[in-house]
């Protein structure tokens, strides 16, 4: 029996035509997003309709190629800038609160920063010959644990959320030498940090809606994996070979598509996997089959031939780019794209997915 697979054409919803691509984006709790951009200092705040609502020098900048990545709390009440030399904390409205300075990370390392869900934490990372991971009491900023991470300080550190408001998850990258994933918890002002070995060299994507599994994308060749969650035991294998068998959309004489680090939860029923052609596939969370793509409007994708020219003869082709820079899923079932005219865009979701 023959397999279906549709595209799915979506349209634009909103659009934000911008200087340049924002290397950080942040959700909000009310819809809207927080911005900070590679070469400009700005931190700009944009409401759910992706209208600006305020633009601050913050010194936001990417320096040494060390980026300032951005945290929000899930109240919306508290940012943090986490940058080269320093870790700076924020009110709603962009007014500093407090500044923690620390030694200058390597190049292309850093850390993300995680405000506990009962808003009285904020954990944070400070390079030094060991990595030191801090929780820091938001009442007084005064230090309540550390822990010492056993690596050779060349990893840039991601926090996620959990579904579990005691627990956290900290992927930690050192370029393509390899992925790692922590399960960090704070118990008794205590830390407790656990390597998921399972988890190595997987890429976080996201969590099920209903809390109930995580999905990632391979550091290297692999496939997909699913974990449960809390168990984290790997649930579901999805090849790339199996991912993409059939899909002759885009006929090469070399290069192949692949999986391209993004694997994320649409819904508890679907998912959506980013690939290196600039395709948005779907797939079937109970068969795991790949059912189709999204197909959001202006995003072409081109082919090129061996000099790197675009082409439209068949057998000239040899690879494909996509104008789509990033794609993730915010919590009002939208798909938040940057276009690599320097656009956001926001394009709504099929109800049937």
């Known amino acids: ?16 035509p911008l200087a340049a691509n924002p290397v950080g ?35 936001a900048q990417t320096i040494d190629y060390v980026p300032c990545v951005m945290t929000a709390s899930r109240d919306g009440n508290w940012f943090a800038l986490s940058g080269y030399t320093d870790v700076r904390i924020f009110d709603a409205n962009g007014s500093l609160l407090r500044s923690f300075a620390h030694e200058p990370w390597g190049h292309f390392q850093g850390s993300s920063c995680h405000f506990s869900a009962d808003g009285q934490f904020i954990w944070l990372i400070s390079p030094d010959e060991n990595d030191v991971l801090y929780v820091i009491r938001l009442d007084d900023f005064s230090v309540a644990a550390t822990y010492v991470m056993e690596d050779d300080g060349a990893y840039n550190y991601t926090f996620h959320d959990t579904p579990d408001n005691n627990q956290l998850l900290i992927s930690a990258a050192a370029g393509q030498d390899e992925a790692l994933l922590y399960l ?49 035991d790997r649930i579901a294998l999805l090849e790339q070979a199996a991912l993409f068998e059939g899909r002759d959309e885009y006929p090469s004489e070399e290069d192949e598509d692949s999986l391209d680090y993004t694997v994320l939860h649409a819904s508890n029923d679907t998912l959506l996997a980013f690939t290196r052609f600039g395709r948005i596939l779907l797939i079937d969370r109970q068969t795991l089959a790949c059912t189709g793509e999204l197909t959001p409007e ?24 996509g104008e789509i820079v990033t794609v993730r899923c915010n919590g009002q079932r939208q798909l938040l794209i940057t276009h690599n005219t320097g656009e956001l865009r926001l394009y709504n979701l099929p109800e049937e997915l």
């Not at 029996?1 to 934000?16: D, G, N, Q, S, Y």
């Not at 997003?33 to 409401?47: E, G, I, R």
């Not at 994708?301 to 003869?313: F, M, V």
Request: a negative charge; hydrophobic letters at 40%; aromatic letters at 10%.
């Open 1 to 16: 029996m023959e397999k279906i697979f549709t595209p799915m054409p979506v349209a634009i919803h909103r659009r934000l």
């Open 25 to 59: 984006i942040v959700p909000l709790p009310d819809g809207g997003y927080l911005l900070n951009f590679t070469s400009q200092p700005d931190v700009v705040k944009l409401n759910a309709e992706l209208q600006e609502v305020w633009r601050k020098d913050l010194q």
């Open 184 to 232: 960090a918890e704070l118990q008794d002002e205590r830390i407790v940090l656990t390597e998921l070995a399972q988890c190595r060299d997987r890429i976080f994507g996201s969590f099920s809606p209903d809390g109930q599994e995580f999905v990632t994308a391979p550091h290297y060749d692999e496939g997909m994996e699913l974990f449960s969650f809390p168990g984290i």
């Open 298 to 321: 202006g995003c072409a994708i081109q082919a090129y031939d061996l000099h790197g020219r675009p082409t439209t003869d068949p057998a000239a082709i040899i690879d494909y780019a």
